[in-house]
């Protein structure tokens, strides 16, 4: 699922369900398990297009709707990645989603 914020009013928001894509060589699987929200959040949204927030993160509908960037943790449930190994824990910056799949 990803939590999405109309670009042009981030007081509109919907959740897209939908399943995590198949991984390419390479890629591993993250699920997300804790994130915080804060006013840099808010401001990774307003400042969204000018600083290019945005693209991080694409939807299906990038010119209407993102994803705002946060802080947290995630769990890799899957990889075929030699160097990154299944059940490891990253922090880092993630979208607001379920799942994020990295190369």
Known sequence: MDFEVKRADIHECRAVEGD????????AL???DRF???TNNITYAVMGDALKY?????????EAWGR???WGYAEVVASTND???SGARVY???PTSTHLVVT
């Open 54 to 62: 945005w693209d991080f993160f694409p939807t299906s509908e990038p």
């Open 92 to 94: 880092g910056y993630l």
């Open 30 to 32: 993250l699920r997300v």
């Open 20 to 27: 995590p894509p198949d991984l390419a060589s390479g890629q």
């Open 83 to 85: 160097d990154v190994t």
């Open 36 to 38: 915080a929200l804060t």
């Open 68 to 70: 705002i960037p946060v």
